[in-house]
């Protein structure tokens, strides 16, 4: 029988069928940290599985840096300018390209998409309806998100799935249905110089140069014409790599965790029909439901910090240059925060879920754009006079980053 001490988070097979729910819960009942070991190149890493703890490590950036890179591979010092976005910069560069976003992304400026979302997530639903059997995933929660990411972007709805099918590539790099090289295969090497190790990366950066040829000095509102002509508050426009690296970090980001988010959240509601039927019959309880959806969903497991010095923390001894990473998702389900964490109650109030982050300079950027797509998404798909079965298993990404859904078959009962 395997113990706590020889157990490593670096093994995907605890990932197969969703979250290791039962792993984290030990892992918060254990004192100190957890040291995870991996395999060659990259090294063993400790893990933050406390709400607590992962809170204190994402406001103190100085010992706890993004700058050494964000994800479990050890990114080559050599390819770490090419490889850097706004997600593996600190201090004050982090401040300036983060300030030049979110004027975007802030909840007024998001609120004025809501006609144009309303509009989208009604020929969304209707399309998927009308077919009676299908694939929620396809259908649904891919469609929806990237047609929103299309419109930000200025680009035609006709590359929507061609922003899909890059996304898969890159974000399940540990999954052989979707990489087209696994992560930790030799065949990567070749890649290491771009984000994922993913030749979809390289294919992304190459449609955002387009475009931005395209666009650059023509006085466009896009967040596209926003990365090639704007000039961040330290007054250094953005080199071509971090042009790269943003805009394929855009594509990413606001695609994937919306996508998984509004699929766990259909799931849910269909293992807790009373909690439908709550929203069902009020549906102002929505807005606040969605602080729940994120919670339970809890998309993204983990992000990675390197230490700067040498520190105890946690009851734990770390060394300058190891790695620490914060488990999001068992945050999310520490009962120290959350009374009853395996609860699915969409009138939990407070309920201070850490599925952004939570506090600290990366807070995520588009959390009010997620929000506003969640709440509408529901309140389209609840407010409709039907009633969605599952046909089939739920089919989960093979990997320890992204809490994601492949498939999840459904018909109109």
């Given at each position: 029988?395997?113990?706590m001490t020889?157990l490593?988070l670096?093994?995907?097979?605890l990932f197969a069928?969703?979250?290791?729910w039962g792993?984290f819960?030990?892992?918060?009942a ?6 995870s ?5 990259n ?9 607590h703890?992962i809170?204190?490590?994402?406001r103190?950036t100085?010992t706890?840096?993004?700058?050494k890179?964000?994800?479990l591979?050890?990114?080559d ?11 593996e910069?600190?201090?004050l560069?982090?401040?300036a390209?983060r300030?030049m976003?979110q ?9 004025k998409?809501?006609?144009f ?6 020929k969304?639903?209707?399309?998927a309806?009308?077919?009676?059997e ?6 649904v ?13 200025g ?13 898969n ?10 990489a087209d090289?696994?992560?930790g295969?030799s ?13 979809a ?5 190459e449609y955002g140069?387009h475009l931005?040829a395209?666009?650059r000095?023509k ?18 426009p953005l ?5 790269n690296?943003?805009?394929l970090l855009l594509?990413?980001?606001?695609n994937?965790t919306?996508?998984h ?5 259909m799931?849910n ?10 929203l ?11 602080e729940e959806?994120?919670r339970y ?13 040498d520190?105890e923390?946690?009851d734990t001894?770390l ?14 389900r520490?009962?120290t925060v959350?009374d009853d ?8 109030n407070?309920?201070e879920?850490?599925?952004?982050g939570r506090?600290?300079?990366?807070m ?5 754009l997620?929000?506003?797509?969640l709440?509408i998404?529901?309140?389209?798909l609840?407010?409709?006079d039907?009633t969605?079965?599952?046909t089939g ?6 990997s320890?980053?992204?809490?994601g859904i ?5 018909r109109v009962?």
């Amino acid at each position: 029988m395997s113990t706590m001490t020889d157990l490593t988070l670096a093994d995907l097979d605890l990932f197969a069928n969703g979250a290791p729910w039962g792993v984290f819960d030990e892992l918060r009942a254990t004192p100190g940290l957890h040291y995870s070991t991996e395999e060659a190149p990259n090294s063993g890493f400790w893990s933050a599985t406390r709400y607590h703890d992962i809170v204190r490590i994402l406001r103190d950036t100085e010992t706890f840096t993004s700058t050494k890179f964000t994800n479990l591979e050890e990114v080559d010092p050599d390819m770490q300018d090419q490889r850097r976005s706004l997600l593996e910069t600190d201090g004050l560069r982090h401040r300036a390209l983060r300030r030049m976003l979110q004027g975007e992304f802030t909840p007024q400026a998001v609120a004025k998409y809501e006609t144009f979302l309303r509009g989208i997530t009604a020929k969304t639903v209707d399309a998927a309806l009308a077919k009676k059997e299908f694939d929620f995933v396809d259908e649904v929660s891919a469609d929806f998100p990237i047609r929103v990411l299309a419109r930000l972007l200025g680009v035609p709805d006709s590359d929507t799935g061609q922003l899909i099918e890059w996304g898969n590539r890159m974000v399940g790099n540990t999954d052989p249905e979707h990489a087209d090289v696994l992560i930790g295969s030799s065949d990567s090497d070749e890649y290491r110089h771009v984000p994922f190790r993913s030749p979809a990366a390289i294919e992304v950066y190459e449609y955002g140069r387009h475009l931005a040829a395209e666009r650059r000095g023509k006085g466009g509102t896009d967040l596209i014409t926003l990365l090639a002509d704007g000039v961040p508050s330290d007054g250094q426009p953005l080199s071509e790599h971090e042009f790269n690296t943003n805009f394929l970090l855009l594509v990413v980001a606001g695609n994937e965790t919306t996508r998984h988010t509004i699929t766990h959240s259909m799931s849910n509601l269909l293992n807790n029909p009373e909690q439908m039927a709550l929203l069902k019959n009020d549906p102002s309880l929505i807005p606040w439901a969605v602080e729940e959806f994120l919670r339970y969903a809890s998309p993204v497991y983990h992000f990675r910090r390197t230490v700067t010095r040498d520190t105890e923390f946690s009851d734990t001894q770390l060394s300058e240059g190891e790695k620490l990473v914060v488990w999001f998702a068992s945050g999310n389900r520490d009962d120290t925060v959350f009374d009853d964490p395996y609860r699915f109650d969409v009138t939990r109030n407070p309920n201070e879920h850490m599925s952004f982050g939570r506090g600290g300079p990366h807070m995520c950027l588009g959390n009010a754009l997620a929000r506003i797509e969640l709440r509408i998404m529901f309140e389209e798909l609840l407010s409709r006079d039907i009633t969605l079965e599952r046909t089939g298993d739920i089919d989960y990404l093979r990997s320890n980053f992204v809490h994601g859904i492949k498939r999840m078959p459904v018909r109109v009962a």
